[in-house]
Structures are given as structure tokens and as C-alpha cells.
């Protein structure tokens, strides 16, 4: 099948990369020239676990290729996804829905004849409605959300662990032309679950809010162990014994970041609100309360260690990255926190194995040292705030040699306290007196 990507960043690269994979012709259009230039020279313009193999691969055989062009992806094929960002407005709650309105007119502007719009970006329930009356005849819309996990965006693009296929009246031929481009998929035995628009739109925005209130229930949780003298830790490996509950996504810490799941949480309270569904207007708002509040405690956690005042300090953080295995900084609260103490008057260094080229661009007023032990120097605390696995493995009587001070706070609870105490380290972390 000939297919198109417009939209090329974490989501449609990978898509596109992933499209080739499953044996399709793709073309990938993005709106930033210096992207589809990285792209077409076979290598990702981020860091994503195997993408760079495929894009190479394929950019090779030919059957994978990048333009600027929404009139060429017109004329090359009869199915095109739609990735392009839907991120927060600035200054508001709501989802700024701008790229994607401009993406699918432009889009529709140049097709001739019939073809199918499946679109895979987030956006507020009833937007496939509203962007359907902007397509001309012949042109179908299909709503396909994306649940990849960047970090694992490859495996999961070409093993989900389901489908969505959302369809408006009369949505038949999008039907069959998606179930084509994915009969691997489906034939592999992933479940497919053929529904409306709205509840395609839906099903995204639930899942995220869903991961998030895991995550925001376990941190709240972590508040009333630090005032009662519970360990968290403990209780999340309790409450996951139970199938119900599961362990998964149960980790205590410095809460959730990235592009999606606070944007997404955000834009879907703020259109829940336009529904006038307020018990969720008023749950949705509380998992974000409670995943902004950990920073804020791991901040006066910092300040405690510091007699009170951060001006003068020294504090180095280890991890930028909004999680491990990622150089995606958007949202990502090491760097929240960092920043927060640099303007509470420290001298903030911090260290990141993939994401600190990003951090050095958006944050000069932070330094950035490539090793995490020579980041440490002079520290007069220490913070874990990205779980990357080589943290774990550093001895921490080596760091000891050059910090000023030896105290270490544990935003993630994954470093071996006991470990770092016989090393002559005060420990603090989150969820424990
Ligand atoms: P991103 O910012 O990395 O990529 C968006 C891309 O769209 C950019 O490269 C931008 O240049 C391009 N673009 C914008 N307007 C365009 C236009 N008119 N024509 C062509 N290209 C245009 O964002 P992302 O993380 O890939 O997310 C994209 C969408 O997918 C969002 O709605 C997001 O919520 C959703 N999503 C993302 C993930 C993820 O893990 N990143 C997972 C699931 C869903």
C-alpha cells in the first residue's frame, strides 16, 4: 500500500518508520525542513530505542522517504495518517488544536479523488466532528489513536496491544482501506475495537487520565505515608499483589511528565468542563494537583537539607529526560524542579545520558555536565530525579569523594538506600518519614 505521515515527530516518525516495516510504501511530510533532512539521511531527530535501524533501512530500500510537501503527499497515495502536535495552549488548559485544522485543510486543499484521513493525534472528544465538515467530497475521515510509549515506541507501534478504528456514518471504505494497512497487525490477533469517532477520541484521553490517576493515586498515597511514618514503597508492592490493581504504573515518586499525559489530562478536563461533566472536571484536576505538588515537595525537601535557604547552594540533579530511555524533555519534572531551585537562588548542574544537547538549549541558566560524577562536585545535595539504570550501578563512595555535602534525595525511590547509608549518605526520598 502507498501511504502518507503527515507530522513527523516521536508519534509519525516511528508510525512512518513502522508503516515501511509492515511491508508499505510510506511518505512522511513534516512542516520542519531540518526534521525531514535528518529524517531522509535514515536517522531519528530524537532518541527512540531501534528507530534509527528502520529509519536507516528503509530510507535505504526506498520504500520509506520524508518531504515538506502536503501537495506531494496528496498525489502519492490514498491513505494518510495524521500525527501532528496538539499541544497545550499557552496559557490555558484546552488543547490548541491549530497544526491539526491546518494540516488536514491543507491536506484536503490538494486531494483529487477519493482518500481516506485516518488521524492519530490526541485532541478533545468531538474534534473529528469539527474537522470532518472541513474535508471535501469523496475524502473520509478515520479516527486511529496512538498508544505508543516513547521509550518502546517501535515494539509498540508494531505489536499494540490493541486498535482503535473510529469511523463517522458511512465510514466504510476508511473501514477496509485500515484494516489493509494493518492486516499484519490484525492478523497477529491484536484486538480491534471498530467504533464511533467520539469514542475512539475517547479512548485515548481516558487511558492517559487512567495512567495518570494511577500514578497521582499512589503519590497521594506517599503524602499520608510521609506524615504517618508508612513506607510507600511497601504499600504500592501490597496494593499491586491484588490482579485488580496490578503493579504496574504504581511507582511512587516524583510524579508524571512528557508531551502527552499533562497536556492531555489537561485538555481533557478543560473540554470536560465545556460538557459540564464536573465530578470529572474536579477528579481530573486533583491527579494534576497531586502530580504538581511532588515537586514542589521534593523542592522543600532541598531547601530543608539547605538550613532553609537555597541562595548560594550548590545542588546537582541527576536526570533531565521526563523518564529513562528517552532525550524528551517536554514537561519533564527533574527539569521542573531543577529550574524551580535555580530561581530560588542555587547553582544547578545537571547531568542526563540522552537528553542534556535539549536541556542545554532550553535551560541555559542550568549547567550541564555529561558525567554524573563529576556533575557532583561540590553538591550540597544530590537528586535522583530520572530513573536511568546507570544511576543505580554508580558506587556511591565514588560520588562521595566530590560532593561538599553527602546528602542525597531520592525522588524515584530507586536507588539502594541502604546502600548509599553505608557510604556515609544522608538518604531523603518521597513517601517515607
Ligand atoms: P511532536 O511535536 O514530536 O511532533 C509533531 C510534528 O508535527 C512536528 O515535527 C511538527 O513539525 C509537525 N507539524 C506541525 N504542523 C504540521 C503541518 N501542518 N504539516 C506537517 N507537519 C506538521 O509531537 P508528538 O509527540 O509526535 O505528538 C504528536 C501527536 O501525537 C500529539 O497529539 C500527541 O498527543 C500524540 N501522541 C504522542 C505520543 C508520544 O509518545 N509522543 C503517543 C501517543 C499520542
Known amino acids: ?27 512522511g511530510v513534516d512542516a520542519d525542513p531540518d526534521k525531514v533532512a535528518v529524517l531522509n539521511s535514515g536517522r531519528a531527530p530524537f532518541f527512540e530505542h531501534g528507530l534509527d535501524e528502520l529509519l536507516a533501512r528503509h530510507t535505504a530500500s526506498g520504500r520509506l522517504r520524508f518531504t515538506g510537501s502536503v501537495a506531494e503527499a496528496a498525489a502519492f497515495g490514498d491513505l494518510h495518517f495524521v ?17 491539526l485544522f491546518t494540516a488536514v485543510r491543507q491536506l484536503a486543499s490538494h486531494v483529487r479523488g477519493k482518500a481516506v484521513v485516518a488521524v492519530k493525534s490526541t485532541v478533545p472528544v468531538g474534534t473529528a466532528a469539527r474537522l470532518a465538515e472541513t474535508l471535501g467530497e469523496g475524502v473520509e475521515l478515520a479516527w486511529n489513536p496512538e498508544f505508543l510509549r516513547e521509550s518502546n515506541a517501535v515494539e509498540d507501534s508494531l505489536r499494540p496491544d490493541r486498535l482503535v478504528l473510529g469511523f463517522g456514518s458511512g465510514g466504510s471504505r476508511a473501514e477496509t482501506v485500515l484494516r489493509q494497512c494493518y492486516a499484519k497487525i490484525i492478523d497477529a490477533g491484536t484486538p480491534t475495537i471498530v467504533t464511533d ?32 511514618g508508612a513506607d510507600v514503597r511497601q504499600l504500592a508492592d501490597v496494593l499491586g499483589h491484588d490482579a485488580r490493581i496490578g503493579h504496574r504504573g504504581m511507582a511512587p515518586g516524583l510524579g508524571y511528565g512528557g508531551g502527552c499525559l499533562p497536556k492531555d489530562l489537561r485538555g481533557f478536563r478543560a473540554r470536560a468542563d465545556e460538557l459540564g461533566a464536573d465530578r470529572a472536571v474536579a477528579l481530573l484536576g486533583e491527579v494534576d494537583a497531586v502530580n504538581q505538588a511532588r515537586r514542589e515537595r521534593v523542592v522543600s525537601l532541598v531547601r530543608e537539607e539547605c538550613g532553609g535557604s537555597l541562595e548560594g547552594r550548590r545542588i546537582t540533579v541527576w536526570g533531565a529526560a521526563f523518564k529513562p530511555d528517552t532525550d524528551d524533555i517536554r514537561d519533564a519534572p527533574a527539569l521542573a524542579v531543577a529550574r524551580r531551585l535555580h530561581e530560588l537562588g542555587a547553582t ?41 539504570p546507570e544511576y543505580g550501578r554508580i558506587d556511591p563512595r565514588v560520588v562521595r569523594e566530590r560532593v561538599g555535602r553527602a546528602c542525597v534525595v531520592d525522588g524515584r525511590g530507586t536507588l539502594d538506600a541502604g546502600r548509599w547509608r553505608e557510604a556515609g549518605w544522608t538518604v531523603r526520598g518521597l513517601g517515607r518519614r
Not at 84 to 98: F, I, K, N, S, W
Open 197 to 228: 469517532w467520539a469514542t475512539a477520541e475517547l479512548a485515548k484521553s481516558a487511558a492517559n487520565a487512567f495512567l495518570a490517576t494511577k500514578i497521582s493515586f499512589i503519590n497521594a498515597m506517599a503524602e499520608i505515608c510521609e506524615a504517618s
Open 348 to 388: 544547578v548542574t545537571v547531568t542526563d545520558p540522552q537528553a542534556l544537547d535539549k536541556a542545554r538549549k532550553a535551560h541555559p541558566q542550568l549547567v550541564c555536565v555529561d558525567s554524573p560524577v563529576e556533575a557532583a562536585e561540590g553538591a550540597d545535595v544530590l537528586l535522583h530525579l530520572t530513573e536511568w
Open 83 to 99: 500525527g501532528v502536535g496538539t499541544p497545550q495552549r499557552a496559557g490555558e488548559q484546552a488543547y490548541d488544536l491549530t497544526h
Open 1 to 27: 500500500m502507498k501511504l502518507t505521515v503527515i507530522g513527523c515527530g516521536y508519534l509519525g516518525a516511528t508510525h512512518a518508520a513502522c508503516m515501511a516495516e509492515l511491508g508499505h510504501e510510506v511518505l
